[in-house]
């Protein structure tokens, strides 16, 4: 399984449909980050052709979010793990049983399988959201409570906002791998993103990765971009 990097590393998200943009990228990112991710846009668009010729350049995080049941995800999880990823995706909210089944299916390809993500409660709901699906009692008393479902069936960490990395940490302690989207360096535009942090509180607060994406590939200099993040991490 990845390593799990002395402080915060940099996964790189490659949100593009083209597979030219997302190799450029690669190419240029690689030596500035520690994994490169690709998700539904591109997956959707290209294939595991595509994601193979991506591969090379870095760990992979393959974040396709699993939700299904048990069987049919550990059958998706074994496609994935063809194109040996370092960590996978899957949503909490599918239960234990297929938790486990994602993580069996990971453990058939030995040491170097992908580390088993769980995402809680994505940072774009809401309470009001939660609500309407008929849960009560707002996002951190969710997010809470699909950690510790996840973690007791085997997912190897979990994807949160910076908000809850602190919360986690105190939950579960060290030993969960915690991959934090909604990074905004000092400065840079906020988007779409609401629950935001820089990547040094970010990593002060305990995230192993940060999720990176318009950040570094809507710069001017992409690669120039992640190298300064880099070395605000890392001084
Ligand atoms: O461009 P930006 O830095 O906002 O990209 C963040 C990446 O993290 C995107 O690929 C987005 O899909 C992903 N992500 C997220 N929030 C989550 C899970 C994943 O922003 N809860």
Known sequence: MIQRPNRAGIIAALDTQSPEQAEAWAEALAPHVGCLKLGLEFFVANGPAAVARIAPHRPLFLDLKFHDIPNTVAGAVRSAC??????????????PAMVQAARRA??????????ILAVTVLTST???????????????QQVLRLARL??????????????????????????????????????SAAGDQSRIATPEETADA???????????????????????????LHP
């Open 106 to 115: 990971a453990e058939e390809f030995g040491p170097d399988r992908p580390a």
């Open 206 to 232: 305990g995230a192993d990765w940060l999720v990176i994406g318009r950040p570094i590939t809507a710069a001017p200099d992409p690669a120039a971009a992640a190298a300064a993040i880099a070395a605000s």
């Open 82 to 95: 063809a194109l040996a990823p370092a960590m996978l995706t899957i949503h909490a909210g599918g239960g």
């Open 150 to 187: 996840a973690l007791e069936a085997g997912a190897d960490g979990l994807v949160c906002s910076p908000r809850e990395v602190s919360l986690l940490r105190d939950a579960h302690g060290t030993g969960p791998l915690l991959v934090v989207p909604g990074i905004r360096p000092a400065g």
């Open 126 to 140: 809401d309470a009001a959201t939660l609500s309407a699906t008929g849960v009560s009692g707002g996002p951190a």
